[in-house]
């Protein structure tokens, strides 16, 4: 860059720095910097246009255009030039605005006397703000000192939008992160929660975006950047010894972190005047752009490592911690891009709820919500770059619905429906030691999902009459490193013991897909849940398998067992698993081990091909369970983790129930146990339907257990039944409105 060009962007983020000094109101400040940017730029017009609201921009200052047009005239995402950039997030320069690709005229500015078109996003960490724009009459397209000029600039109007600078009147000056925001997202784990933002990595605050000092900016970057390589390499140092791909993430981020491109961009910076702590959240911003673009996983993944290293790199800059300087809330609802299972496990139940930007409804972070009852919702957009630490939040686990600093009529309609949970609650705890009989003499046998040690104390308190299944691979992803044989043995027994004789499934490792071990090497895949998982891992890595088998049988010590192989596709792989059991228990019978007073082997039924198994399988196996989140997934070909698709489908389609009846069937003809477990276990109206179908066991989480009682106590499954097959004779696609009448009508 010539040097000119950088004396000139220096002059003008010093007059920028002195408008942060000044005592200006919002407004006023706006229209100076729109002045002195014009000015400094050389053109005739430069304007700045902020969100209104997440889909409008406003023009809210101009030097060249009609005073008259500020704060009136708006635009749509997307729509005109302006729009463009907003949504792109890229800069947009033309010679000929008029016949530029989507250029909208808009007559109140009078700016069709202007050729020339340059706008430049304004945005702060993937966080869209507004559009700087500068025009003039010549027709040129404006060069890259100039647009890499302004890109600087519009990076110091982001930090100063966010430091307060601009608060005015009207929705676009309004102040940042004060306002009430309703966001959505998935629900994950059900239930409601209020209580204050806890940040599980804060966002950096930059005070101070504009350089005072260039050369000791310099010197600052330098010795922070020492730092942290300094840093990466201890890391390096101390995981030699372990897995390969944590290797490969370190030395992915020692690349980063010694990348002379990465360095000389950042020096290029604040050679034009920002401060180091702006120089690296400018390229951060601009590697989050580029992550939202790229479809790669692996690029992807780089991109975030870059992202991670300009965190560590600003926090040491900064000072600021993890923590911020803040204190735990007592009433905590955690809020992150995403979370580990073994950090969520750390903070343990004394959270209220989790809100996270990623995440997935099959995610480990989120089989530990539900392990530990707290709602959960994921896909919530924005939400880590809107919160701040101590946001009063309303969380709704139900409808997937965020409330961030809600107003007062929400914060009363909410609580209201708090109450209304617990009086319900209250009710079910009447009817918790009642068998669960339907008013036609049906016996339904209702359990629970577990997966921790955490949810047993459920058995009790939720009148759940045993665990239908207990994840055992948590134990495996939350550790560093392939936990003992010894470990598991004692995870299993204190499992066994706190059930108290109640029958506890354990369920095999169940890993792959969404579920990767650390310590293990990742294959790529390019669709995981249909790949290799479960017991396909299992088969494939015996030593494994027969390790988890052994501390199965020794844990329960003589008292009755009972093991489940997930995701068993074909008849020849339960048999294969099997006979991995039968050799197992020979080499423990052998050793002078303790071997069960009895052992039951079962199928989990998670594909359509294994409920067209030869009928000698269903002779065979002890026990099936169908897996209904993965069966409804195959079922219908709609993953679950795609939000475009996942609702699409209902449990109550007249074909999923009718093949959920030809299980039913299969296994009435061999008289073999079957039960279902997931979450339409525990949605009432699906488990009325479910039952009606000929299900007599139902595995749930424990929350759950008291909501279907209550509706299976007071329903005749012969009538529900007759209801499904009316609908079904008339050609409907669900049963769901004529069940939701039946209810209504027996009140």
Same mark, same amino acid.
């Given at each position: 860059?010539?040097?000119?060009?950088?004396?000139?962007?220096?002059?003008?983020?010093?007059?920028?720095?002195?408008?942060?000094?000044?005592?200006?109101?919002?407004?006023?400040?706006?229209?100076?910097?729109?002045?002195?940017?014009?000015?400094?730029?050389?053109?005739?017009?430069?304007?700045?246009?902020?969100?209104?609201?997440?889909?409008?921009?406003?023009?809210?200052?101009?030097?060249?255009?009609?005073?008259?047009?500020?704060?009136?005239?708006?635009?749509?995402?997307?729509?005109?030039?302006?729009?463009?950039?907003?949504?792109?997030?890229?800069?947009?320069?033309?010679?000929?605005?008029?016949?530029?690709?989507?250029?909208?005229?808009?007559?109140?500015?009078?700016?069709?006397?202007?050729?020339?078109?340059?706008?430049?996003?304004?945005?702060?960490?993937?966080?869209?703000?507004?559009?700087?724009?500068?025009?003039?009459?010549?027709?040129?397209?404006?060069?890259?000192?100039?647009?890499?000029?302004?890109?600087?600039?519009?990076?110091?109007?982001?930090?100063?939008?966010?430091?307060?600078?601009?608060?005015?009147?009207?929705?676009?000056?309004?102040?940042?992160?004060?306002?009430?925001?309703?966001?959505?997202?998935?629900?994950?784990?059900?239930?409601?929660?209020?209580?204050?933002?806890?940040?599980?990595?804060?966002?950096?605050?930059?005070? /101070?975006?504009?350089?005072?000092?260039?050369?000791?900016?310099?010197?600052?970057?330098?010795?922070?950047?020492?730092?942290?390589?300094?840093?990466?390499?201890?890391?390096?140092?101390?995981?030699?010894?372990?897995?390969?791909?944590?290797?490969?993430?370190?030395?992915?981020?020692?690349?980063?972190?010694?990348?002379?491109?990465?360095?000389?961009?950042?020096?290029?910076?604040?050679?034009?005047?920002?401060?180091?702590?702006?120089?690296?959240?400018?390229?951060?911003?601009?590697?989050?752009?580029?992550?939202?673009?790229?479809?790669? !996983?692996?690029?992807?993944?780089?991109?975030?490592?870059?992202?991670?290293?300009? /965190?560590?790199?600003?926090?040491?800059?900064?000072?600021?911690?993890?923590? /911020?300087?803040?204190?735990?809330?007592?009433?905590?609802?955690?809020?992150?891009?995403?979370?580990?299972?073994?950090?969520?496990?750390?903070?343990?139940?004394?959270?209220?709820?989790?809100?996270?930007?990623?995440?997935?409804?099959?995610?480990?972070?989120?089989?530990?919500?539900?392990?530990?009852?707290?709602?959960?919702?994921?896909?919530?957009?924005?939400?880590?770059?809107?919160?701040?630490?101590?946001?009063?939040?309303?969380?709704?686990?139900?409808?997937?619905?965020?409330?961030?600093?809600?107003?007062?009529?929400?914060?009363?309609?909410?609580?209201?429906?708090?109450?209304?949970?617990?009086?319900?609650?209250?009710?079910?705890?009447?009817?918790?030691?009642?068998?669960?009989?339907?008013?036609?003499?049906?016996?339904? /046998?209702?359990?629970?999902?577990?997966?921790?040690?955490?949810?047993?104390?459920?058995?009790?308190?939720?009148?759940?009459?045993?665990?239908?299944?207990?994840?055992?691979?948590?134990?495996?992803?939350?550790?560093?490193?392939?936990?003992?044989?010894?470990?598991?043995?004692?995870?299993?027994?204190?499992?066994?013991?706190?059930?108290?004789?109640?029958?506890?499934?354990?369920?095999?490792?169940?890993?792959?897909?969404?579920?990767?071990?650390?310590?293990?090497?990742?294959?790529?895949?390019?669709?995981?849940?249909?790949?290799?998982?479960?017991?396909?891992?299992?088969?494939?890595?015996?030593?494994?398998?027969?390790?988890?088998?052994?501390?199965?049988?020794?844990?329960?010590?003589?008292?009755?067992?009972?093991?489940?192989?997930?995701?068993?596709?074909?008849?020849?792989?339960?048999?294969?698993?099997?006979?991995?059991?039968?050799?197992?228990?020979?080499?423990?019978?052998?050793?002078?081990?303790?071997?069960?007073?009895?052992?039951?082997?079962?199928?989990?039924?998670?594909? !359509?091909?294994?409920?067209?198994?030869?009928?000698?399988?269903?002779?065979?196996?002890?026990?099936?369970?169908?897996?209904?989140?993965?069966?409804?997934?195959?079922?219908?070909?709609?993953?679950?983790?795609?939000?475009?698709?996942?609702?699409?489908?209902?449990?109550?389609?007249?074909?999923?129930?009718?093949?959920?009846?030809?299980?039913?069937?299969?296994?009435?003809?061999?008289?073999?146990?079957?039960?279902?477990?997931?979450?339409?276990?525990?949605?009432?109206?699906?488990?009325?339907?479910?039952?009606?179908?000929?299900?007599?066991?139902?595995?749930?989480?424990?929350?759950?257990?008291?909501?279907?009682?209550?509706?299976?106590?007071?329903?005749?499954?012969?009538?529900?039944?007759?209801?499904?097959?009316?609908?079904?004779?008339?050609?409907?696609?669900?049963?769901?409105?004529?069940?939701?009448?039946?209810?209504?009508?027996?009140?």
């Amino acid at each position: 860059m010539v040097d000119g060009t950088e004396t000139e962007s220096r002059k003008l983020l010093g007059r920028l720095r002195e408008e942060m000094a000044s005592e200006a109101a919002g407004q006023e400040r706006l229209d100076r910097i729109t002045h002195l940017i014009a000015d400094s730029i050389r053109a005739e017009v430069c304007s700045i246009y902020l969100f209104r609201d997440e889909e409008t921009l406003e023009l809210c200052a101009t030097e060249g255009l009609s005073p008259e047009a500020v704060h009136k005239t708006r635009m749509r995402m997307g729509e005109g030039l302006v729009g463009r950039v907003a949504k792109s997030g890229k800069v947009v320069n033309t010679a000929d605005a008029p016949s530029a690709k989507g250029f909208r005229y808009m007559p109140e500015t009078g700016e069709e006397r202007f050729s020339s078109f340059l706008g430049v996003p304004v945005q702060r960490l993937g966080e869209k703000l507004g559009v700087l724009v500068v025009q003039s009459r010549e027709a040129r397209k404006f060069s890259a000192d100039e647009i890499y000029a302004l890109e600087v600039v519009a990076m110091v109007l982001a930090e100063m939008a966010e430091l307060g600078a601009f608060v005015g009147e009207g929705a676009a000056l309004s102040p940042l992160h004060q306002q009430s925001v309703q966001l959505t997202g998935g629900p994950a784990q059900e239930g409601s929660a209020e209580g204050h933002v806890w940040l599980h990595e804060p966002r950096v605050v930059v005070t /101070n975006p504009i350089a005072e000092d260039p050369h000791r900016e310099q010197e600052r970057l330098t010795e922070a950047v020492e730092e942290l390589r300094v840093g990466v390499d201890k890391m390096l140092e101390i995981s030699r010894d372990g897995d390969t791909e944590q290797l490969q993430v370190l030395e992915a981020y020692r690349m980063f972190a010694n990348s002379k491109g990465w360095m000389r961009r950042m020096e290029e910076d604040i050679a034009l005047g920002l401060s180091a702590e702006a120089a690296v959240e400018k390229e951060q911003s601009q590697a989050r752009a580029r992550m939202s673009q790229v479809t790669d !996983p692996y690029l992807r993944e780089r991109l975030a490592d870059l992202d991670d290293l300009s /965190n560590r790199l600003l926090r040491i800059l900064t000072g600021q911690g993890n923590a /911020n300087g803040a204190d735990l809330p007592p009433d905590p609802i955690l809020v992150a891009r995403n979370i580990g299972p073994g950090d969520l496990l750390e903070y343990g139940r004394s959270l209220k709820g989790i809100v996270l930007e990623e995440g997935s409804v099959g995610s480990h972070a989120t089989i530990v919500a539900r392990a530990l009852a707290i709602p959960l919702v994921v896909h919530v957009g924005r939400i880590t770059t809107e919160a701040l630490n101590g946001d009063h939040i309303l969380v709704d686990g139900d409808n997937g619905v965020v409330h961030l600093r809600p107003e007062d009529t929400v914060v009363s309609a909410f609580r209201d429906k708090v109450a209304m949970q617990a009086k319900a609650q209250e009710r079910y705890a009447s009817i918790r030691e009642t068998p669960t009989v339907t008013r036609d003499g049906a016996r339904i /046998n209702l359990v629970m999902n577990a997966g921790l040690m955490a949810d047993l104390p459920s058995l009790g308190h939720s009148g759940a009459e045993g665990v239908g299944l207990f994840r055992t691979e948590l134990q495996f992803l939350i550790r560093n490193q392939m936990p003992k044989r010894s470990e598991l043995v004692s995870q299993y027994q204190r499992v066994l013991d706190a059930a108290g004789g109640k029958r506890v499934v354990f369920r095999t490792l169940d890993i792959g897909s969404d579920k990767v071990l650390p310590y293990m090497k990742h294959v790529a895949e390019p669709n995981p849940a249909l790949g290799w998982r479960a017991i396909r891992v299992g088969l494939d890595k015996r030593g494994v398998m027969r390790m988890q088998l052994q501390a199965l049988l020794r844990a329960a010590n003589g008292r009755p067992l009972t093991i489940m192989f997930p995701f068993v596709a074909q008849a020849e792989e339960y048999r294969e698993a099997r006979w991995e059991v039968n050799k197992t228990i020979e080499r423990e019978k052998r050793l002078g081990h303790v071997l069960p007073e009895t052992l039951e082997v079962g199928a989990m039924l998670e594909t !359509p091909s294994l409920a067209f198994a030869p009928q000698k399988f269903f002779d065979e196996v002890d026990f099936v369970s169908i897996g209904g989140n993965d069966l409804k997934q195959f079922f219908f070909a709609a993953d679950r983790e795609n939000e475009l698709v996942r609702r699409r489908y209902d449990t109550l389609n007249v074909s999923f129930l009718t093949f959920i009846e030809r299980i039913v069937e299969r296994c009435s003809t061999s008289d073999t146990p079957l039960s279902f477990c997931g979450e339409d276990a525990g949605r009432p109206v699906e488990a009325l339907c479910l039952a009606a179908m000929g299900m007599r066991t139902l595995s749930m989480r424990p929350a759950s257990i008291g909501p279907v009682k209550s509706l299976l106590l007071r329903s005749d499954l012969l009538a529900v039944r007759k209801i499904i097959a009316d609908a079904r004779h008339r050609g409907e696609q669900s049963v769901r409105p004529a069940v939701m009448e039946w209810l209504r009508s027996q009140g």
